[in-house]
């Protein structure tokens, strides 16, 4: 052969291996990358022993919740109670302030209208 068609061959070669890396890089890129990569695919099975242990807890935390529930919306309750009972105090004792002021009033009203001269008298003779 000729140095010159071993050149030739050569050139062809690495260029056939050019296009070929090229190719790859366009596939992976363009065509898999939606594709997730599995490295390792591993099967994953669960005895009966265990899906009966999950379902146990998975019930347990049900219940939890549900317990929870109830406790929020009792307190819930309770606090509307207090509320409520607070208000009917609150009102009972302004009522009863308010009876007190007035009879205190009445009292100063009696104790003035029993100075000689009314009220405003400021006459000492």
Known sequence: MKPSSQKLIAGSVITLL???IIACIVYYFFLLKDEPVVLHQQEFKISEEQQKEIDTTVAQIEAVETMQEKTIVSQEQQLQENRQATKTINTKQFTQEQRRVEQMQQASNRQEAEL????????PN
């Open 18 to 20: 050019v296009l070929i």
């Open 116 to 123: 000689p001269g009314g009220r405003f008298d400021f006459n």
